[in-house]
């Protein structure tokens, strides 16, 4: 079970309940986490986002090209690097993503094990891309259940 206790802006530990709402310090961004008991490592790790007719799912890998999310993708040698992993995708507009954690996207369809980025537009492989494209880890699916995100830097 997570530890449910964070350290407050005066650095005493304060013991959080289900639902509390916390703040990081981060000091380029005021980003808020809801305390779920059972999945602080994921609350930790994880930022939702609104972006129009985003088109994602959960499992897709994602490429921030400096204006927008669009589908990571390894076709060519500077291709379109993964950022990060959807995580869930409630509605058009509205995805759940993180680049690194432990995170359950349950029946989320990934092959078990070590993953790379494909030159499928979103999609991981437990191949690389084969020469001519970047080649990039991903992520460790551990289970049919649970993905490990492990994104490493693209190689050519």
């Not at 997570?2 to 310090?25: C, H, M, P, V, Y």
């Not at 589908?71 to 058009?92: E, Q």
């Not at 680049?99 to 359950?104: E, F, K, N, P, Y």
Request: one cysteine or more.
């Amino acid at each position: 079970m997570a530890d449910k206790r964070i350290r407050d802006a005066t650095n005493e530990l304060t013991q959080l309940e289900s639902g509390d709402l916390f703040e990081t310090d981060r000091p380029t961004e005021d980003i808020f986490y809801k305390f779920e008991a059972d999945n602080l490592r994921e609350q930790m790790h994880a930022r939702d986002l609104t972006q129009a007719s985003h088109g994602f799912a959960a499992g897709d890998a994602v490429h921030h090209n400096g204006t927008s999310w669009e589908k990571a993708d390894a076709t060519g040698l500077t291709g379109k690097p993964c950022h990060a992993v959807v995580l869930d995708a409630p509605d058009a507009n509205t995805f759940y993503m993180a680049a690194t954690g432990l995170h359950t996207i349950t029946a989320h369809g990934i092959s078990v094990g070590q993953n790379y980025l494909s030159t499928t537009p979103g999609a991981v492989s437990t191949s690389q891309a084969g020469p001519g494209n970047i080649r990039q880890r991903v992520l460790v699916a551990l289970d049919a259940n649970t993905l490990l995100l492990t994104i490493g830097d693209p190689l050519p």
